[in-house]
């Protein structure tokens, strides 16, 4: 049974620069949650993915925007990216039916913005 | 706003002594409460859920958590700790309005620190 899986694992960008990040769910999972890890911190909620539409959305700014694809997948766009965007990036996934509380996390991705 | 406080930063114990990491939370309404495991440059894993059923709750490598209403407390104990529990660890509420769906609050962490 295949884990939440996140792409890449680590990545370098300049300021200003846009980047993607992917998120497959765990098999038979359906809803896509993403949240910011920055260093010696817990990690904060973006947004939360549904029926391919945004259900909720934490305190980040309209540079933050995901995408949820039919078969669950999701990503995470960043615009212009800024330093303060250098974190662990996790994806967590969760079932619908299953009550969705429980939510399964990625391994991450660890952005370092230069 | 759902809140979550996690009393002290970093935990050290002695390898076979008791592990008590403390977690309060603040709620308007009945919360879900998780605790999640971080080891070093990996994701989160979760340990166990308080989602209104019993008030003990047993998870994962012998680590169990009782759910305090009237001390707002999830407190994380294990009674004999591992060399492998050095790790840091999370306690999460969800957010009011998402219902069982919600997204989860979470605290600053405790790092847990196993002296051989």
């Known amino acids: 049974d295949a884990g939440v899986t996140q792409s890449p694992t680590h990545l370098i960008k300049t300021r200003g620069q846009q980047v993607t990040l992917r998120c497959s769910p765990k098999?038979?999972?359906?809803?896509v949650s993403w949240y910011q890890q920055a260093l010696g911190q817990g990690p904060q909620f973006i947004f939360q993915?549904?029926?391919?539409?945004?259900?909720q959305r934490g305190n980040f700014p309209d540079r933050f925007s995901g995408h949820q694809f039919p078969n669950y997948s999701s990503e995470l766009n960043v615009n212009a990216l800024l330093l303060g965007d250098s974190a662990l990036y996790l994806c967590?996934?969760?079932?619908?039916?299953?009550?969705?509380?429980?939510?399964?996390f990625g391994p991450g991705t660890r952005l370092l913005v230069l | 706003a759902q809140s979550v406080t996690q009393l002290g930063s970093h935990v050290s114990v002695s390898e076979g002594a008791l592990v008590l990491l403390r977690c309060n939370y603040s709620?308007?309404?009945?919360?879900?409460l998780f605790w999640y495991v971080q080891y070093p440059n990996q994701g989160l894993q979760l340990l166990l859920k308080?989602?209104?059923?019993?008030?003990l709750v047993k998870g994962i490598n012998g680590f169990e958590a009782e759910f305090k209403k009237s001390e707002t407390s999830f407190h994380l104990t294990k009674p004999s700790a591992h060399m492998s529990d050095a790790a840091e660890y999370f306690c999460?509420?969800?957010?009011?309005?998402?219902?069982?769906?919600?997204?989860?609050?979470f605290g600053k962490g405790t790092k847990l620190s196993v002296k051989p």
């Open positions: 967590a996934s969760s079932l619908v039916l299953a009550g969705g509380e429980t939510q399964y």
């Open positions: 098999s038979g999972h359906d809803t």
């Open positions: 993915y549904y029926e391919e539409e945004e259900r």
């Open positions: 709620s308007s309404v009945p919360p879900y």
């Open positions: 308080y989602t209104s059923a019993a008030t």
């Open positions: 999460a509420v969800s957010a009011p309005g998402g219902g069982s769906q919600g997204n989860l609050i």
